[in-house]
Structure formats: structure tokens, C-alpha cells
């Protein structure tokens, strides 16, 4: 396919797709797509394809001043995300323009949309072996969405899938990444229950609800435990929540994984523990 002088390969074309989920360090799509002979190709010839991308204005980047972590790794290298060219190039190859993020890059930002990132590939990784992804909204999808239904708080993510036995199930996302102060972290639980019941689907099964909070580190998930532990601002919503980090949903099944409450008690199976129906709500 040609597109402003532009031969795009079928390599490229996987690229894009990979990015349409969301940002992604250098280092992650050099070492999973320019690969030759079961060795990756050289720094040099990976860094001009990707700036040939850039230019023909198919992708996005940004050089954070501060290395980033994503891991137990370092990221010195740019930041790439999918741009406006680059959606219409997997919207003409029948990529669903729904599920194709397109995010504003910026320092304050980015460690954030990593995460975020990561977490939205892992829910799709299973999506039709494990169950269906019927909606995935993230806090831009949302936002539209906001005025019209009458959300007051916007979580990062909010989705709903259906498993194979039928049953549905609705979460809504925070997305930590340890700059959240406490006040402002307590705030939402009570907010994201209502948003979550605003936007459930119409259907005879009604979804089952609940607050995943997905943290940078685990000292982070223990501090953010801690506090709605002891918190009286959110006793009502607090077998609401479940707690995990983003390295072990990335590292494993994702939302099959374990996942924690607030009093460090382990969930073996969000979609077999009832967190909290829209009844008590």
C-alpha cells in the first residue's frame, strides 16, 4: 500500500495495529516486530523505518526527558503512537474504528497511557477465546459520553465483556500510577459505582459491576489497599474495589489473574466473586 510515497509493509501494518491500542516505547516494537533470523535488525535501520512512519504522518513520538519504567526495565528511548494517517490506514484494512486510541502525547502524561495501554492489550488478548469484549470506552470515549449521561467522574477505562456461559460483567478502571493524592483517590469509588450503573447495557442479564484498580508497583497497590482499608469515606463501596499491578496482569492471564480487596484478602476470580450488584448501589 502507498500512501504519501510511503510503501507500507505488512510489518508496518502491525506496527499500526499494536499502536492502535495505545502508546508503546521504542525499545517494546523493536524487539517485537523488527526481528530478522531470530535476531532484531540494527538500532539504525529500526530508528529510519520508524521515522519514514512518522513522516509520511502515520504514527506519533515523543522523547520523555526522564527514563521511564515499564517492568523491571529502563526506557531511555522515544515514546510512538498511532496518528490521524495512520487510523485511516487501519480503518481502509477494516481495523473497528472503536477500538483505535488515539492519544495526545505529553511528559505529564505518558506514564500513565502505558499503563493504561498495557492493560487495554491484555483485555483484548483474550478477546473471543476467553469471552467477548462488547464495550471498551476509555477516559476520551467517555468524556463525549459524559454531558448526554450525566457523569460527573470519568474513570480511565470502562468496559464490559461477556463470558462464554453468557454472564456480563462491567468494570470501570483506575489506572494508578502513584501521583494520585489520597483525598482525590477516595473520591472516586462512590463516583465510578454511579458511572458504571449509568452505562450499562440493556439486556435481560444485568451486568455485574465493579472498580479494578490497576497500580505502577506493588508498594503502590499496598499503600492505595491501606488507605480504603481505613477509610471511612468509602465503606460502602469498598467490596467494590479490587486492587493488582500492572506487571502481573501483563505477565499473565490479565483478568484471569488473582486480584486483591482493600484488606489484602485474595479474589481468585473476578468474574466468579459478585463484587457488588447494581442492587446495593
Known amino acids: ?72 526495565t529502563r526506557n531511555h528511548g522515544p515514546v510512538h503512537a498511532l496518528a490521524e494517517r495512520g487510523l485511516e490506514i487501519l480503518t481502509g484494512k477494516g481495523v473497528d474504528v472503536n477500538r483505535i486510541r488515539l492519544v495526545n502525547l505529553n511528559e505529564k502524561t505518558i506514564p500513565h497511557e ?32 459524559a454531558p448526554q449521561r450525566k457523569i460527573r467522574r470519568i474513570p480511565d477505562l470502562r468496559f464490559t465483556v461477556q463470558l462464554k456461559n453468557g454472564s456480563y460483567y462491567s468494570f470501570c478502571v483506575e489506572v494508578d500510577a502513584g501521583t494520585t493524592g489520597d483525598t482525590k483517590f477516595l473520591e472516586k469509588p462512590d463516583a465510578f459505582i454511579r ?35 481505613d477509610s471511612k469515606l468509602v465503606a460502602s463501596t469498598k467490596s467494590a474495589l479490587a486492587f493488582n499491578t500492572i506487571y502481573n496482569l501483563d505477565n499473565s492471564l490479565g483478568l484471569f489473574n488473582s486480584w486483591y480487596r482493600a484488606d489484602g484478602t485474595k479474589i481468585e476470580m473476578i468474574f466468579k466473586y459478585k463484587m457488588a450488584s447494581s442492587k446495593t448501589v
Open 114 to 145: 502505558i499503563i493504561l495501554t498495557r492493560l487495554i492489550r491484555k483485555i483484548y488478548e483474550f478477546d473471543g477465546v476467553r469471552y467477548r469484549v462488547i464495550r471498551l470506552y476509555d477516559d476520551v470515549m467517555l468524556s463525549r459520553l
Open 195 to 229: 458511572t458504571n450503573h449509568l452505562l450499562d447495557i440493556t439486556n435481560n442479564k444485568e451486568p455485574m459491576i465493579g472498580i479494578l484498580v490497576v497500580c505502577d508497583t506493588e508498594n503502590r497497590m499496598r499503600c492505595l489497599q491501606q488507605l480504603v482499608h
Open 1 to 72: 500500500m502507498s500512501a504519501k510515497g510511503l510503501h507500507l509493509t505488512d510489518r508496518d501494518i502491525d506496527v499500526l495495529k499494536y499502536l492502535a491500542y495505545g502508546p508503546a516505547f521504542s525499545g517494546d516494537l523493536h524487539i517485537r516486530f523488527f526481528v530478522k533470523s531470530g535476531k532484531t535488525i540494527s538500532r539504525q535501520a529500526f530508528e529510519s523505518r520508524m521515522k519514514k512512519l512518522k513522516s509520511a504522518g502515520h504514527i506519533r513520538s515523543i522523547k520523555p526527558q526522564e527514563e521511564l519504567s515499564q517492568g523491571n
